[in-house]
């Protein structure tokens, strides 16, 4: 007989009988396969694996795979009579289990969703098993500030990214600069419009237990540009503690942008002066 569909002719096929239900099976003569099914498989590779481990604990070696004989045990919790090959059990199911534990075990609703959550006192004491899955303990975490424990050992210079350029995935090519978002590319595209000198990223500064790189220096101005999509409060506290060491910072956002755009082309160094002056106000 040729080979099967799809398979193409592998040396021919062959009936061989399993050794677990004897029924007849076609196979390929290439291939090892002695049963006809996965659970005819699963109960031979079974039976071969205790004949192995008995032969072994009867050798004398690995007594740690020793198996053990069928016994008939009776449940001290609810008076059940069962069968078990494990060694030491004396309890047939979990709940009979917990309850012959010395420890107290009882349930409590999740704060999410309401199921049901197994607790006793080591797990209350140690504030673990408040959730009945993840996805109900991110739900209750989500928008909640780090912990102070995680601030201190993840700030300053025990952050492994500290003093290191961030990494960005895709940055924009422009005049030979590398910028990290749309904004800066809007920006730059004014700025050279109205003819405005520029440094991008030219100096990273040392602040306390961090490090702060604004986005942009106007050198005939002097003044500091940072270009923000989304601001986040700890963009904010280095913009403050900055213009209290280094002097004026101007931050641009979409709004701000928009109408930095819309000016004309000889009035955009007016609007940044006027903005220099409000900040130097404050």
Known sequence: MGGLKGFGNRGGTEVRICPICSKEF?????????????????????????????????????????THPIRTVCCPI????????????????????????????????????GKSVLRNEVRKRMGIAIYCSMTCRNRARKGRAKPESFRRRMSGKRNPM???????????????????????????????????????E???????DRTYLPDFFLPDLDLWIEVKGWVRRKHEFLMREFRKEYGPILLFRKPSLESFESCPSSGRTAFLAQERVSILSR
């Open 202 to 208: 030219p100096r990273r500064f040392q602040m306390a």
């Open 78 to 113: 609810c008076g059940a009579v069962f069968q078990t090959e494990r060694a030491g059990r004396k309890f047939c199911s979990l709940p009979c289990k917990l309850q012959g534990q010395r420890v107290t075990w009882w349930t409590e609703p999740c704060p999410i969703c």
């Open 26 to 66: 076609r196979v390929f003569r290439c291939r090892g396969t002695r049963y006809c099914s996965r659970k005819c498989r699963r109960q031979g590779r079974g039976a071969a694996t205790r004949k192995k481990n008995l032969g072994r604990v009867e050798s004398g070696l690995f007594y740690h795979q020793r």
């Open 162 to 200: 500290y003093g290191k350029p961030p990494v960005h995935p895709s940055p924009i090519e422009y005049r030979g600069l590398r910028l990290r978002s749309s904004y800066e590319l809007r920006f730059c595209v004014a700025m050279d419009e109205a003819g405005i000198r520029y440094e991008y």
